[in-house]
């Protein structure tokens, strides 16, 4: 039916409905959303961050497998954003990311526990607040970000709502500039998946995992979401032009990257 529609209906009016349509669904979630007591206390923070890291750079590290070819090493003197399952390879490295971030319903129902004990700033997903206990001290909170699936744009301010384009990079490249970067650089964030299939899709992992760093990052038995590459681009493409008209800058050092949106840098020449 919806197919239907949008074949008879000229685009603009189909883009205008649907915008419409999402704001009116998200009028119920409002209240919580900016007067919870934890989302008040997310909002405090947030606003405490904002243009913290005015004029500095930081790295925004990804999951791609292609950070087996980076010599991480140099990152432990930087201002490091992880994202989801990053903290596999602390031990590895000796050392944590400056942020933590993740927005995906299975990471964080999943692996809650994991992420909760994670000692940096963790920005997480408002909707994922359902898998924390209601009684967790202030101290113990992550910083919840109010994110949707719908109403694509990019949030120079992330107290407000934050569209996810389709991956938690677009949010974490919305809370660089939150936080005033000047420059934003993308490791590992390789936009290339061996698994094929519908985009958004929930798979239940078969043995090891051949899309990220390491075989158990959704290994045997992990429940995930097959990538939606196109939506990722659009957010991209949306950060992109934010951080230009802001005269800022965002670009891609991923060893083998297939994204083109940003422009190219050699890892190795940034240090």
Do not use: C
Request: avoid cysteine.
């Amino acid at each position: 039916m919806k197919q239907t529609l949008k074949k008879i209906i000229p685009d603009p009016l189909w883009k205008s409905t649907r915008t419409s349509y999402d704001s009116i669904k998200r009028i119920p979630e409002l209240p919580a959303a900016y007067f919870h007591p934890w989302r008040r206390e997310s909002i405090r923070r947030l606003a405490m961050l904002k243009d913290i890291h005015r004029s500095k750079r930081a790295f925004i590290i990804g999951n791609g497998p292609s950070l087996r070819q980076t010599e991480l090493s140099k990152l432990r003197d930087q201002i490091t954003f992880g994202m989801n399952r990053i903290y596999l390879l602390f031990p590895e490295l000796g050392f944590s990311t400056t942020y933590f971030a993740s927005i995906n319903d299975l990471v964080i129902e999943q692996f809650s526990n994991e992420i909760l004990a994670l000692p940096m700033p963790k920005f997480l997903a408002w909707r994922s607040r359902r898998h924390f206990p209601a009684n967790l001290p202030s101290a113990k909170l992550p910083t919840f970000i109010y994110t949707s699936y719908t109403g694509p744009h990019f949030s120079p301010d992330v107290r407000g709502r934050v569209w996810e384009g389709a991956t938690v990079t677009n949010v974490a490249l919305q809370l660089a500039f939150h936080m005033g970067f000047q420059q934003v650089i993308l490791i590992g964030v390789d936009h290339n998946f061996t698994s094929r299939g519908e985009a958004n899709k929930t798979v239940v992992s078969q043995g090891d995992d051949p899309n990220h760093f390491a075989p158990n990052y959704f290994g045997k038995g992990a429940k995930w979401q097959l990538p939606d590459l196109d939506t990722s681009e659009i957010g991209y493409t949306f950060a992109r032009e934010a951080y230009q008209k802001a005269g800022r800058e965002v670009l891609d050092a991923t060893v083998g990257g297939k994204l083109t949106i940003f422009p190219k840098v050699d890892y190795n020449s940034l240090f």
